[in-house]
Nanobody
């Protein structure tokens, strides 16, 4: 069974930085895409960023220029570097992985709280 475990969430002041990491329980070469989603209180889960290869990344407009996603298949990890965070970035962040057969896997989430 595939497991994704997130780490790195916490409390950060507006304008600060935070780095989220997610490690997969299997070789991440099995995944076509790895990404991060977030869900703020009372809102639907939304895509933050996804990476397929080093040069194939997509970001939500709200985080472009501030967040950077990267994956390291040698370590079975995907990371999200969050810079210049804003209070509206407060949410539970979920790691996601999609296989080449379109099976989706989710982590349990890590809470990010940005104080103003």
């Amino acid at each position: 069974q595939v497991q994704l475990v997130e780490s790195g969430g916490g409390l950060v002041q507006a304008g600060g930085s935070l780095r989220l990491s997610c490690v997969a329980s299997i070789n991440s070469h099995a995944f076509d895409a790895m990404g991060w989603y977030r869900q703020a209180s009372g809102k639907q889960r939304e895509l933050v960023a996804v990476v397929r290869s080093r040069d194939n990344t997509n970001y939500a407009d709200s985080v472009k220029g501030r967040f950077t996603i990267s994956r390291d298949d040698a370590k079975n990890t995907v990371a999200l570097q969050m810079n210049s965070v804003k209070p509206e970035d407060t949410a539970v962040y979920y790691c996601n992985a999609e296989s080449f057969t379109r099976a989706n896997y989710w982590g349990k989430g890590t809470l990010v709280t940005v104080s103003s």
